[in-house]
């Protein structure tokens, strides 16, 4: 006894399902390109960590069929199995320099985050006039900050810092790294709260609250996810920045950009040591970032429906 089918796909149906997965395929395909384009050079910077000179200088790329993985990069730091229970002069420079990054990228983050929002705030729910500059003024002010080289700020920074006694201080670069990353926050918080109806405010005024309340209670869990993703943009910016970093500090609020920046030698770059010490120095990043990866997928898409 033989079935057959009663509903059967017309050629119109097949074409576009055929389109369809050809379509989802090229897709899928440019994503995976583009995402080993993106992966290779964390890829490759934590593989050279295992080399030896030799693996290095042939460009070996894959552990165990190329190269047999080994600790050299991460013994000339300390970090290795068998180095890591011993005392470290380097290792000690490095948990220095990694707890001045920590500190000054999460005070300037933290920082810029607060007053940026605050300005963002503002400059969406009221209007402001400053001369002939209005709010729409005053925010491409704020954003036209990060059209100006930092080089052409290294001369005035340096001579009011030694006037300051803010050289190589911490607090230094947590002052001049907040104002860097500001205009950043502004513009990201700035869509934030326009998305956010001000009906809400509104209602909770009129049960009572004032306007900081209705911030703080309403406008704020709601601009949440907004805040995170501007705090991780400006961890990473402030976490990597090394122009100033090695600008205006010298011994004692050294950065690990600069430390990584001085892995050379009279015999020229060691790559291995560069590379474990780079490693160490966005692994942080890298967890922050899975950890909080929902939080910035929603801050960077809540202000593009409103």
Request: hydrophobic residues 55%; contains cysteine.
């Amino acid at each position: 006894m033989t079935q057959t089918a009663i509903f059967k796909d017309s050629e119109a149906d097949r074409s576009f399902r055929a389109k369809w997965f050809a379509n989802r395929l090229v897709v899928y395909g440019v994503l995976i390109f583009w995402a080993i384009i993106c992966l290779f050079p964390i890829y490759w910077t934590i593989t050279t960590s295992f080399k030896m000179a030799p693996n290095v200088m042939k460009g070996n790329l894959i552990p165990w069929v190329d190269y047999d993985p080994a600790w050299l990069g991460w013994r000339s730091l300390g970090l290795s199995p068998d180095t890591i229970g011993n005392d470290s002069t380097v290792r000690d420079e490095f948990m220095k320099r990694f707890l001045n990054s920590t500190i000054v990228a999460l005070s300037a983050s933290t920082l810029a985050v607060i007053l940026g929002s605050l300005a963002a705030y503002g400059l969406s729910r009221f209007s402001f006039r400053f001369g002939f500059m209005k709010n729409d003024d005053i925010s491409f002010f704020f954003l036209s900050q990060l059209i100006l080289p930092p080089v052409v700020l290294a001369l005035p920074f340096l001579v009011l810092y030694k006037e300051m006694a803010l050289l190589d201080t911490r607090i230094g670069l947590i002052l001049l790294y907040t104002l860097t990353v500001l205009p950043i926050v502004i513009w990201i918080m700035r869509d934030q709260f326009a998305g956010i109806p001000t009906e809400l405010e509104e209602a909770a005024m009129v049960d009572g609250l004032g306007v900081w309340g209705a911030f703080f209670t309403i406008i704020l869990p709601i601009a949440l996810p907004g805040m995170v993703a501007a705090f991780i943009l400006s961890l990473v910016l402030t976490w990597n920045e090394y122009f100033f970093a090695a600008l205006l500090t010298s011994t004692h609020a050294n950065t690990l950009p600069v430390m990584v920046a001085s892995q050379t030698g009279s015999q020229g770059i060691s790559w291995w040591s560069m590379a474990a010490l780079s490693t160490a120095a966005i692994l942080p990043l890298i967890v922050i970032g899975v950890v909080l990866e929902r939080f910035i997928i929603k801050g960077m898409a809540a202000g593009a429906v409103k």
